[in-house]
């Protein structure tokens, strides 16, 4: 798993890579506290023919966000996470994206 950040000069907002290698799954998408925690269109990682899913999001500069993978229904952490951070209500570690 990978991230890759791209600061904008002309916006204040990064765009944000995520790279999955999971040939095996059906669906993969990017959950955070960005997007409610909610799996839509613009959330869902797209499949490569090598197995990999990519996707990119535009996020706010300067800001932290707590995130998660979800492979076919499986919440997952990324492993090269800025951070991570205890969260009570998930009862486990949330992956963070310092930005």
Do not use: H
Request: net charge positive; hydrophobic share 35%; glycine share 6%.
């Amino acid at each position: 798993m990978a991230i890759a950040k791209q600061y904008l000069k002309t916006k204040p907002v990064c765009k944000v890579t995520f790279t999955v290698p999971a040939e095996e799954a059906k669906k993969v998408a990017v959950v955070g506290d960005f997007n409610n925690w909610k799996a839509t269109k613009t959330s869902a990682l797209k499949k490569l023919k090598n197995g990999t899913f990519k996707g990119t999001l535009e996020l706010p500069k300067e800001g932290s966000f707590e995130f998660k993978y979800i492979i076919d229904g499986t919440y997952v952490n990324e492993e090269s996470a800025d951070r991570y951070q205890w969260n009570e209500f998930a009862g486990s570690e949330n992956a963070v994206l310092d930005l």
